[in-house]
């Protein structure tokens, strides 16, 4: 399988995490409804009380090995409450030029991706989705592909983390963990 040239330029554009303090900056509400990537309409009200996990995807980046770790972590915490969305996105290196069909296919039989996906959207600039509006409100905007977005039950931003940090870093897995156990 080939990923592409881009993880060197992934990384080194890469920090950790944002402070916690610009994650709960002002920010537009989040949108009534999400489209799924086989186009169907998904409401955020079907979502509520769950910890959920907006993650921008591509197939051709560096960090796509990524899914093989969010796809565990939608098998340990689903029933716990943890909602994997993944949002393709093609604005950085052209890593996603997939159509909706081609990515279902190639999470399937490359990682077995049975979380969920939506459609591909723009996570920067003019065009920036309205998913992606609410969860950056006034911060810094998104570096690069499989960068994460945890929210808690109560709906706000926990938590971004930058693409280097893996799916199965003790890190990450203590932030999901704590915003899975509060109420």
């Not at 029933?79 to 990515?103: W, Y």
């Not at 723009?122 to 977005?149: C, P």
């Given at each position: ?26 920010r ?57 969305l ?35 959207q ?6 920036r ?55």
């Amino acid at each position: 399988m080939a990923l592409g040239t881009g993880m060197g330029a992934c990384v080194m554009m890469m920090g950790l995490a944002l402070p916690l303090g610009m994650a709960r900056a002002a920010r537009p509400a989040m949108p009534d409804s999400l489209t799924r990537l086989d186009g169907t309409d998904m409401p955020t009200a079907d979502l509520e009380g769950k910890v959920l996990l907006f993650v921008n995807v591509a197939s051709k980046c560096g960090f796509t090995p990524q899914y093989e770790g969010l796809q565990n972590l939608h098998e340990t915490y689903k029933d716990q409450g943890l909602v994997i969305l993944g949002v393709p996105c093609n604005q950085f290196g052209s890593q996603e030029p997939g159509s909706a069909g081609e990515i279902k296919q190639f999470c399937s039989l490359n990682f077995g991706v049975s979380f969920g996906m939506l459609q591909k959207q723009d996570v920067n600039g003019d065009a920036r989705s309205a998913l992606y509006n609410h969860l950056i409100g006034g911060g810094i905007r998104v570096l690069w592909n499989f960068e994460k977005f945890l929210i808690g039950r109560d709906g706000a931003v926990v938590d971004r983390f930058r693409s280097v940090t893996a799916p199965d870093s003790s890190k990450f897995i203590k932030a999901i963990e704590k915003a899975l156990a509060q109420g």
